[in-house]
């Protein structure tokens, strides 16, 4: 059976990406079969195809950390022809073919079955991006970071992660206080649920102190570098600040004080190799805790074709929210 893809191939030092036909004879070994309907562009996409960190590491490969549709077929018995799935992350964009394509193989222990809430075109509005903002927030809980503790921060707000960040804490009654560089966003912002906006250049510069006035109770940062050394410098005493992006760095310019004088925990998110049980309740907090509807105005949709140049603007901070690619189109 022919279908399309996206496929990236290596020119030099440049990656090449474009619509190939391929059949399953292509396709890498697996238990389960899936007939996608969605995938997403997340930023490690932008990464890949750029070439940056070296993240594809076969080639040809078909891209694509994320996607989305109806078991074909399975020898997996956890699975059957129908199931509604989702697969984030593992190998998919590095050894294994990915989600920017009308059918992918996988193995059966990276598959999640969606939770009747959660439509196949949600789980990719959700994405890697939206998934791991939920094993953030779940850290902050693991924390004991309640809405009564004081504010949340949320670093680069209005992207993927940040975008639904905000939605899931505003709905759970925290107070987020969303940091942007992008000021015409407010209003998308403050209808996602922020209660206070500042600017991204308050924190992205190099600390004055090492230790700061305590603002925040928590923090979901995805930016790194001086922007999560600032966040820590004002979180409060017994605070939880959660890390799980590189944005403007992969470096943290930061002293042990926070972490000695106000018992602040720093939070690692891991969403690349998560154990399924984590996976698992992940999307069930997702489907109860999520607002679809808030979900829905962070969606920018694009054909199969158009992923390359969109996760280039991921790249550059010039896309809102989430990035959905419709592989049918």
């Known amino acids: 059976?022919?279908?399309?893809?996206?496929?990236?191939?290596?020119?030099?030092?440049?990656?090449?990406?474009?619509?190939?036909?391929?059949?399953?004879?292509d396709l890498h070994a697996g238990d389960v079969t899936v007939a996608v309907e969605w995938s997403t562009v997340n930023y490690k996409d932008g990464a890949a195809l750029s070439g940056r960190a070296g993240i594809i590491k076969a080639f040809p490969l078909i891209p694509g950390i994320d996607l989305a549709g109806v078991v074909e077929s399975s020898s997996d018995s956890?699975?059957?022809?129908?199931?509604?799935?989702?697969?984030?992350?593992?190998?998919?964009?590095?050894?294994h073919h990915g989600g920017y394509a009308e059918r992918a193989r996988v193995p059966g222990d990276w598959v999640i079955k969606l939770p009747d809430a959660i439509s196949t075109r949600h789980a990719m509005a959700i994405g890697t991006a939206g998934y791991t903002a939920m094993l953030s927030v779940l850290a902050l809980e693991h924390g004991g970071v309640t809405p009564d503790k004081g504010?949340?921060?949320?670093?680069?707000?209005?992207?993927?992660?940040?975008?639904?960040?905000?939605?899931?804490?505003?709905?759970?009654?925290?107070?987020?206080?969303?940091?942007?560089?992008?000021?015409q966003e407010q209003?998308?912002?403050?209808?996602?649920?922020?209660?206070?906006?500042i600017d991204r250049a308050t924190l992205s510069q190099p600390a004055a102190s090492p230790i700061g006035a305590e603002r925040w109770a928590g923090v979901i940062d995805s930016v790194g570098s001086?922007?999560?050394?600032?966040?820590?410098?004002?979180t409060k005493y017994r605070g939880v600040v959660t890390a799980c992006g590189l944005a403007q760095g992969m470096d943290l310019p930061a002293t042990v004080l926070p972490f000695i004088l106000r018992?602040?925990?720093?939070?690692?998110?891991?969403?690349?190799?998560?154990?399924?049980?984590?996976?698992?309740?992940?999307?069930?907090?997702?489907?109860?805790?999520?607002?679809?509807?808030?979900?829905?105005?962070?969606?920018?949709?694009?054909?199969?074709?158009?992923?390359?140049?969109?996760?280039q603007a991921v790249l550059r901070g010039e896309i809102r929210g989430r990035a959905l690619v419709d592989v049918r189109r």
Request: no cysteine; hydrophobic share 50%.
């Open 226 to 234: 001086h922007t999560l050394a600032n966040a820590l410098a004002q």
């Open 151 to 183: 504010d949340i921060l949320v670093t680069g707000a209005a992207g993927g992660v940040g975008s639904v960040a905000i939605a899931l804490l505003s709905r759970l009654g925290y107070r987020v206080i969303a940091s942007t560089g992008r000021p």
């Open 263 to 311: 018992n602040i925990t720093l939070a690692g998110i891991d969403s690349v190799n998560a154990p399924n049980a984590v996976r698992v309740e992940a999307y069930a907090r997702l489907a109860r805790d999520l607002d679809l509807a808030k979900l829905e105005s962070t969606v920018t949709e694009v054909g199969l074709a158009e992923a390359p140049q969109v996760a």
């Open 78 to 95: 956890r699975f059957t022809a129908g199931d509604r799935v989702v697969v984030n992350s593992w190998g998919m964009s590095q050894t």
């Open 187 to 197: 209003a998308y912002l403050t209808a996602l649920g922020a209660a206070e906006i």
């Open 1 to 25: 059976m022919t279908f399309r893809a996206l496929v990236a191939r290596k020119s030099g030092e440049t990656i090449v990406a474009q619509v190939e036909a391929m059949d399953d004879a």
